[in-house]
């Protein structure tokens, strides 16, 4: 018979939820905090099949804890989605119309660019074109610090790209309603926004993908016509990613 | 439980196949009755849920206009379906804190964890503030003026009128959010010219937090136990 929730549960999915998103090892971490106040019995290493207990009682509710890859380091993440939805109704309900179109505007800029990164000047020239209401450009920038806030989007040094979490999120979403621009990657065929895109046949993969692959490879080629990969392979000349990468897989 | 009396037939075909006698004097669990939510009640339930997570008080108005629509003659068994399902799959419980406006907010029904109060949230800094704040104005007697509060602040090296980098503007994060949050109340007080404000814990405040906690959590910044605020700590122990 399948695991019931108990408080434990009930307490790992308001944490998360308070959180937005958490880490892989946070998430651990939390499991075992959880078990421990409730008196629940805990199984180490077992975060997967105690989540599935969860989702098992979110499933009629249209929602989901799913586990998603951040683009950046290859960490696993976790969040919970509402899978009811087709359009962005659970932002709908938390911004004004004129910014979920400023939002809905950005992410075709992210989508659509070469690397997943949309430059905060290109944004913000976009704040005076909407077309439900005009945005001064100051109030532009103080819309996408809540996005960023909020955890839809991340900011590296000006640049905007898509948070894991909204990634987690909508990539059904991104995937059907983009259909010809968004990317899958090559390696673990998930939707790809921040990855290097092959420049012969256009195939893409994540960085953290591209990294792992390679990095069995004698010669970097690509995995779908077999050029030669043109683009610097992240983190070959930085000893911190393979530190970081041995942390990881070590569990 | 009404479902049952609406769909009696579903359930008992579900478990037929499985042993026969078990059935006929078993309630469905609630897992079963998951299955059978009312597609308004799920609404409410994410409805709820995305307020929740910006800390919104929810209004009984905004619920029927946006969720329950044409479903009015159902309403209470929609209310009901959500808040057994908000119970039984979160722990969480929906509370009304103004009866007379039907304000609603979320708040958790699950036991307090040993000072898992005052840091649940500890990733944001704004209720490391906020838990200060109440602080204060617990240790003050439950009651701390505008005045007071700010100068306590200021002492943290929190000002006002300065752009904070963690809190942004911080006046607005406690005059306006944690109001509208119902962390904090702030009233004017009567007959003062420029006018003065007392500054008193929420009702989400008074929901959630436990003035237990907030007094131990005192008591150890201060190195010093709790039972040496008398009046403090009677307040602590019978409101807990
Ligand atoms: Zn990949
Ligand atoms: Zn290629």
Redesign the interface.
Same mark, same amino acid.
């Given at each position: 018979m399948a695991a %019931?929730?108990t !408080?434990a549960h009930?307490?790992f999915? %308001?944490?998360l939820?308070?959180?937005?998103i958490m880490e892989g090892s946070e998430a651990r971490k939390l499991h075992r905090r959880c078990c421990e106040?409730h008196k629940v019995h805990y199984v180490h290493d077992k975060l997967d099949d105690f989540i599935s207990t969860v989702n098992?009682?979110?499933q009629?509710?249209?929602?989901q804890i799913r586990k998603g890859l951040s683009e950046s380091d290859g960490r696993a993440h976790y969040a919970l989605v509402?899978l009811?939805e087709t359009e962005i109704t659970?932002m709908a309900? !938390?911004y004004t119309e004129n910014e979920l179109e400023l939002f809905r505007k950005t992410m075709d800029l992210i989508i659509s660019s070469e690397n997943g990164f949309a430059s905060s000047t290109d944004i913000l020239n976009l704040a005076d074109q909407l077309k439900t209401k005009k945005m001064k450009k100051k109030e532009a920038e103080q819309v996408l610090n809540v996005f960023v806030e909020d955890k839809w989007l991340s900011e590296r040094n000006g640049e905007y790209t898509l948070h894991t979490r909204c990634i987690i999120e909508m990539e059904q979403f991104i995937l059907s309603n983009y259909q010809d621009i968004a990317r899958k990657c090559n390696i673990c065929h998930s939707l790809a926004i921040q990855s290097q895109v092959c420049e012969s046949c256009g195939t893409g993969m994540h960085l953290p993908c591209v990294r792992k692959y390679f990095r069995a490879q004698t010669e970097p080629r690509c995995p779908q016509c077999n050029d030669f990969w043109s683009c610097d392979i992240p983190g070959t000349k930085q000893p911190i990613f393979t530190k970081t990468e041995s942390s990881n897989t070590r569990k | 439980v009404s479902l049952q009396q609406d769909f009696p037939g579903l359930f008992l075909q579900e478990e037929e196949e499985e042993e026969e006698d078990f059935v006929l004097n078993q309630t469905p669990t609630y897992?079963q009755l998951?299955?059978f939510?009312h597609p308004q009640a799920?609404?409410l339930? $994410?409805?709820l /849920?995305? =307020?929740d $997570? =910006?800390k919104i008080p929810i209004k009984r108005a905004d619920m029927l206009k946006?969720v329950i629509r044409e479903y009015r003659d159902v309403y209470s068994e929609i209310i009901n379906q959500a808040t057994r399902?908000l119970q $039984?799959?979160?722990? /969480?419980e929906l509370v009304e804190i103004d009866a007379k406006h039907h304000i609603y907010i979320l708040t958790?029904s699950?036991?307090r964890?040993e000072g898992?109060n005052l840091c $649940?949230?500890d990733?944001t800094a704004k209720l490391g503030l906020l838990t200060v704040i109440l602080s204060f104005i617990f240790m003050k007697g439950n009651s701390a003026k505008d005045s007071a509060v700010w100068e306590f602040l200021r002492w943290l090296r929190v000002k006002p009128g300065q752009r904070h980098s963690i809190f942004g503007d911080v006046k607005k994060l406690v005059t306006e959010e944690f109001v509208r949050q119902k962390y904090l109340e702030i009233t004017p007080i009567p007959l003062t010219d420029p006018p003065e404000f007392k500054y008193q814990w929420g009702l989400r405040a008074a929901k959630e937090i436990s003035k237990k906690d907030v007094l131990r959590f005192v008591a150890k910044i201060q190195g010093k136990d709790p039972t040496f605020w008398t009046s403090q700590y009677n307040d602590a122990e019978a409101t807990s």
């Open positions: %019931q929730m !408080d009930r307490r999915l %308001q944490v939820m308070s959180h937005g106040i098992r009682h979110l009629p509710l249209f929602m509402n009811a659970k309900s !938390d | 897992t998951l299955a939510l799920i609404e339930v $994410q409805f /849920l995305v =307020k $997570q =910006k946006k399902t $039984q799959v979160f722990g /969480l958790s699950l036991p964890a898992e $649940q949230n990733e």
